[in-house]
């Protein structure tokens, strides 16, 4: 076990942080197993610190967000490297191997993810502090979207939208052109209007000629009684050069300054705002390398079926009659051991390939362990009861014992065992034995290795060729049983038991009813398209929803105060529980199952956008199950079942898959309002959970619930729905400072030193980001825009849209954080600081005892 230290913040203590899980006995290159030793003892060091400082305020949670920062830290910046190696490397085969690994650190991600929600009882954590130790950027902390998750389908995602567009196009009705009344009118009538018109055109025209006339008189009468003198000239010139030379002053002036604001630092150089011509060109380059991964995958797609055929025709004979002659000396060396002919193995337990296949170490202590435990139960059940009571009397002496000390026996975070560190394990073996050493001098192409793909596909070939084989040698084997048979003169017994035994029925799982039988998956999407149960998601992606990092997040738990999230770290929540499972089949099976997701917050904070977002990045198909958009449509309990079966059988056979629930409070209704009782809005609530018990690991599914009005719903219920609560929050003052500045530069605004986005977000506080957007969108027109290079952008444009919408008020936000406190996880956190709070108070009383003595 290879192990780091780190230094934690919070008293000083020396925290011990996993970077890499290996087998024992393994160390890092140049390590030494004297290094593990002492890296554990710094493990049991941070444990005792950890006991002795349960008595204060929060520690255990600070110490374990500390353990999880180093170790979370490490893998998202491996993430990031895995990436760009994966959607830049050309090779085919090399791809595979990075493939994999970047799919078992998306997983392990996600699995400490897990881990540290479980540990510190919050859907957030704040790292500002090890992000400091570590001298980091909160950038480093982002979780990446890899690319392969639209490169790779994008032509299947191309095809479904030109499926919805068509299917949409046809719900679009024509309207009949309206009919226009022609009133007859007489010759004279028409003469007359079109004398009036131009002699008014006429009039207009002579009045303006006339009146520039009078002008240019009064000009010559003005000129005519002044006389101009060689010092009024002078004196004239003079006045001009003076304002011209103050206005060049200033503007030379002016652009020193701006020069050296530049230099320091403090503006950003204009000409760096487009991209510079590197940047154009590495892009270049990397648009170039992913053309030629393609044309490479094709090649290499093609090597594996030629030269499959080729191993058939050439060694495929040779393969087969080795595997006869193998056979024919098992049969022999069997009767000449026992004097039968042994039993063929079924092709379901492996065929012939059981008979040659050398057992691991570990499949000989299973199969000698499996021997004692049968001779244990031939025993007998009495020593087992008795070892249960003596275990049972042990185990309350210890409880009883663990109630006086559970302090000093807290062993603080332990972090479970990982499905994909073996997977991390394989593909590091697979590169030290296959590419570590090899000579690639003749590819410098980096095209596919057919010396690899002979490899591989031998076994293929072998594995088919064997049950061609062991065909042939079950009839071999009859014939000769039936030919010892005659020889000596015994009629052959058929064999008792012969019949294949069916698998042990377990406990009877109901199997779910397929309601649509009959129906094509096609006519199912069609239907519900045409029903606006499948809506086209909008182009949004999840590095829209801009928002900055929260810099104060451990300094105020420290202080016993739960901040609210800010809205990166809603973003990456949401990258975690929803984009990186549904981009992923190998990540979704192997790692914490999430299947449901609830997005709460004041209106206009983004959840939409939100639910759009993991469409986009994944390629999921939405469906709208919100209660408003199905009232009224499949009426009844049988309408609503059959509603549900087809969305979840398009869903799963459509994979990925988002339902969203918009305005999910009203499926859970406390009480339903009168002006909403025709709609019944709760009609989902008992379909609802039935649908989640139907989701398996492999089904790629996610239900994503948004709500503005929480608190009107059950709490129960509502989350027993919904595993995940998330709050998006109104953005706080970082957040609104880069929040106006995207917003102006998206909608064609340009940057100048006359905005001031230190006032904007001031005086924006407590306003949604969608009121914000519609400001920009109201300020800058396309009238405005044509005006920008003559009239650059002042702070004082927004202030007057601004003052006309409503803001988001501090007691909504309370009243959202005191909901949240009412959830399972927030009476888990309650709980943790209220009990360690408790402990603190106690601790103060338990130095003395009665008589007033120290202990």
């Not at 939100?610 to 408003?628: K, M, Q, R, Y």
Request: with cysteine.
């Amino acid at each position: 076990m290879v192990l780091r230290t780190g230094t934690c913040n919070y008293g000083n203590c020396k925290q011990v942080a996993r970077t890499k899980e290996l087998e024992k006995g393994d160390t890092e290159e140049g390590g030494s197993g004297k290094e593990a030793d002492k890296g554990e003892t710094r493990v049991r060091r941070a444990s005792e610190f950890t006991r002795r400082r349960s008595n204060s305020n929060l520690p255990c949670l600070i110490v374990c967000t500390t353990r999880y920062g180093w170790i979370r830290i490490r893998p998202s910046q491996t993430f990031w490297k895995l990436d760009t190696a994966y959607d830049q490397i050309v090779h085919p085969q090399k791809r595979r191997v990075v493939r994999v690994v970047l799919d078992a650190v998306m997983g392990r991600i996600l699995e400490l993810k897990n881990e540290m929600v479980q540990a510190e009882f919050s859907e957030f954590h704040y790292m500002d502090d090890i992000l400091q130790d570590l001298k980091l950027t909160p950038g480093d902390l982002e979780v990446p979207i890899p690319k392969y998750f639209q490169q790779e389908r994008s032509k299947v995602m191309q095809e479904r939208k030109d499926i919805l567009a068509s299917i949409l196009s046809t719900m679009e009705t024509k309207e009949p052109p309206k009919s226009i009344v022609l009133r007859e009118m007489p010759i004279e009538e028409a003469i007359r209007l079109i004398q009036i018109s131009e002699r008014a055109r006429q009039g207009r025209l002579r009045a303006n000629f006339m009146r520039e006339i009078q002008r240019e008189e009064a000009r010559q009468k003005r000129a005519q009684a002044y006389a101009f003198t060689d010092a009024d000239r002078e004196n004239a010139s003079l006045h001009i050069q003076k304002i011209w030379r103050g206005y060049a002053q200033r503007k030379k002036t002016r652009q020193d300054r701006d020069k050296e604001m530049v230099f320091l630092g403090m503006y950003q150089d204009p000409q760096m705002v487009d991209r510079t011509p590197n940047i154009i060109r590495s892009e270049l380059i990397e648009d170039l390398r992913r053309a030629k991964r393609e044309e490479y995958e094709e090649e290499y797609q093609q090597a594996l079926v030629t030269i499959k055929d080729k191993l058939m025709e050439v060694e495929g004979p040779d393969m087969k009659e080795q595997m006869k002659d193998q056979i024919r000396q098992w049969f022999i060396e069997c009767h000449d051991n026992t004097g039968k002919f042994p039993d063929y193995p079924e092709d379901e337990d492996g065929g012939s390939s059981i008979i040659f296949a050398e057992k691991s170490p570990e499949e000989l202590k299973k199969e000698l362990d499996q021997k004692q435990e049968e001779e244990e139960n031939a025993k007998g059940k009495k020593d087992k009861d008795k070892k249960e009571k003596e275990r049972k009397e042990k185990e309350k002496k210890e409880k009883e014992k663990k109630k006086g000390k559970k302090e000093e026996e807290d062993p603080g975070l332990l972090l479970a065992p990982s499905k994909f560190i073996p997977d991390i394990q394989n593909g590091q073996k697979i590169y030290k034995t296959v590419w570590r050493k090899r000579d690639e001098r003749h590819n410098f192409n980096q095209q596919c290795e057919n010396e690899l793909i002979k490899e591989d596909k031998r076994k293929e070939v072998e594995a088919e060729l064997r049950i061609q084989v062991d065909a042939l040698m079950r009839q071999e084997l009859e014939t000769l049983k039936m030919a010892v048979d005659r020889d000596q003169s015994k009629p052959r017994k058929g064999k008792k038991g012969s019949k294949k035994k069916g698998k042990k029925k377990g406990g009877k799982k109901k199997k779910e009813k397929d309601l649509t039988p009959d129906r094509s998956m096609d006519s199912l999407y069609e239907e519900l398209v045409l029903q606006g149960i499948l809506k086209p998601a909008q182009d949004v992606k999840l590095m829209d929803f801009v928002g900055d990092f929260s810099y104060l997040g451990t300094t105020l738990r420290a202080a016993d105060i739960e901040p609210m999230p800010s809205m990166l770290d809603v973003r990456r929540n949401i990258a975690l529980y929803a984009i990186l499972p549904l981009g992923s089949t190998s990540v979704h099976e192997k790692s914490p199952l999430i299947k449901s997701i609830l997005l709460a917050g004041p209106v206009g904070t983004g959840k939409r956008m939100l639910v759009h977002a993991i469409c986009t990045e994944t390629g999921a198909n939405l469906f709208d199950l919100s209660p408003d958009n199905i009232a009224s449509k499949y009426p009844g309990k049988s309408g609503l079942q059959m509603l549900v079966h087809m969305v979840m059988k398009v869903a799963r056979f459509m994979q990925p898959s988002v339902i969203w629930i918009g305005n999910a409070e009203k499926v859970f209704y406390k009480k339903v309002p009168k002006e909403e009782k025709e709609r019944d809005p709760k009609r989902l609530k008992k379909d609802l959970p039935k649908a989640l018990k139907l989701l398996k690991p492999e089904d790629r599914v996610l239900f994503v619930g948004t709500s503005s009005k929480p608190f009107a719903a059950d709490v129960k219920t509502f989350c027993k729905a919904f595993e995940r609560i998330i709050l998006v929050p109104r953005p706080d003052y970082a957040a609104r400072y880069v929040l106006w500045k995207h917003l102006i530069t998206t909608n064609g605004g340009i940057n100048t030193n006359k905005l001031d986005y230190s006032n904007l977000a001031k005086i924006s506080d407590g306003y949604s980001p969608a009121l914000m957007s519609q400001v920009v969108k109201s300020v800058l027109s396309p009238r405005r825009l044509a005006q920008m290079d003559k009239k650059p952008l002042v702070t004082g444009e927004f202030l007057m849209p601004l003052s006309r919408a409503d803001p988001i008020y501090r007691e909504e936000e309370e009243a959202f954080k005191d909901w949240y406190s009412k959830t399972p996880m927030g009476k888990k956190r309650q709980k943790a600081t209220q009990g360690n709070q408790e402990e603190d108070s106690k601790g103060k009383g338990k130095g003395k005892d009665k008589k007033g003595k120290k202990k």
